[in-house]
T-cell receptor, first 113, second 111 residues
Framework: DAEITQSPRHKITETGRQVTLACHQT?????MFWYRQDLGHGLRLIHYSYGVHDTNKGEVSDGYSVSRSNTEDLPLTLESAASSQTSVYFCASSESPRGGEAFFGQGTRLTVV | GIQVEQSPPDLILQEGANSTLRCNFS?????LQWFHQNPWGQLINLFYIPSGTKQNGRLSATTVATERYSLLYISSSQTTDSGVYFC?????????????FGKGTKLSVIP
C-alpha cells in the first residue's frame, strides 16, 4: 500500500543546531507539504512543493527550508533551531494539480531545548 | 488568504448521541477535507468532499460550495469518536493546492 512516512517520530535538539526532518511518500504525488501544529494555532503551512525542484514558502516559513530533488522526498531543515520551533510537524502529499485528496504522515514531535 | 471557521470549538456528548460539526469558508474551493485527529495525534482522513454528500458508516458529510459551508454528521457516537475534528480547504485560485485548516472542534464522548 502507498504511504507517507516521517522520521524521526520524536527528536530533542539544542538551540542553534541544524535539524532535518525527513518525509518520504510512495504515492508518486507531485504535491508535498510541511505543516506545524501548535496549541491554539491549529495546523499552519511552512513550505510546499508542486514538483521536483519546485519549492514555495508558506505562512510560517522563517527559519525553515526545503529542497525537492526527487518525487518521493521533501526534507525539512531548521537552519538554526530555536525554542519557538518546538512543535509537532506533519508532512502531507496530494496527487492532482487541481486539489486532490491530501494524505498526512504520522507527525514528528520536535523539542528544542 | 482563505479563512476557515469551525464550530463549535468544543463539544461534549453522551455515548449514543448525534452531533453536527460545521465548517465555514470564505472563498470558493477545489478541495475540502475532514480529518479526525485521534488521541495519539494521527490525522485520519474522513472525507474528501469539495461538494455534495458522502456517507461512511455512522459518519456523513455535506458540502454546499455555493454557500461556502460544510457539515460533518456523527450519529450514535462512541467513545472512540473522541478527538479533534479538522476541516481543511484549498482555494480554487490558480495554482493553489495547499490546504488551510480550521482550528478544529474538540469532541469528547463520555460513556
Amino acid at each position: 500500500d502507498a504511504e507517507i512516512t516521517q522520521s524521526p517520530r520524536h527528536k530533542i535538539t539544542e538551540t542553534g543546531r541544524q535539524v532535518t526532518l525527513a518525509c518520504h511518500q510512495t504515492w508518486n504525488h507531485n504535491n508535498m507539504f510541511w505543516y506545524r501544529q501548535d496549541l491554539g494555532h491549529g495546523l499552519r503551512l511552512i513550505h510546499y512543493s508542486y514538483g521536483v525542484h519546485d519549492t514555495n514558502k508558506g505562512e510560517v516559513s522563517d527559519g525553515y527550508s526545503v529542497s525537492r530533488s526527487n518525487t518521493e522526498d521533501l526534507p525539512l531543515t531548521l537552519e538554526s533551531a530555536a525554542s519557538s520551533q518546538t512543535s509537532v510537524y506533519f508532512c502531507a502529499s496530494s496527487e492532482s494539480p487541481r486539489g486532490g485528496e491530501a494524505f498526512f504522515g504520522q507527525g514528528t514531535r520536535l523539542t528544542v531545548v | 488568504g482563505i479563512q476557515v471557521e469551525q464550530s463549535p470549538p468544543d463539544l461534549i456528548l453522551q455515548e449514543g448521541a448525534n452531533s453536527t460539526l460545521r465548517c465555514n469558508f470564505s472563498d470558493s474551493v477545489n478541495n475540502l477535507q475532514w480529518f479526525h485527529q485521534n488521541p495519539w495525534g494521527q490525522l485520519i482522513n474522513l472525507f474528501y468532499i469539495p461538494s455534495g454528500t458522502k456517507q461512511n458508516g455512522r459518519l456523513s458529510a455535506t458540502t454546499v460550495a455555493t454557500e461556502r459551508y460544510s457539515l460533518l454528521y456523527i450519529s450514535s457516537s462512541q467513545t472512540t469518536d473522541s478527538g479533534v475534528y479538522f476541516c481543511a480547504v484549498a482555494s480554487s485560485g490558480a495554482g493553489s493546492y495547499q490546504l488551510t485548516f480550521g482550528k478544529g472542534t474538540k469532541l469528547s464522548v463520555i460513556p
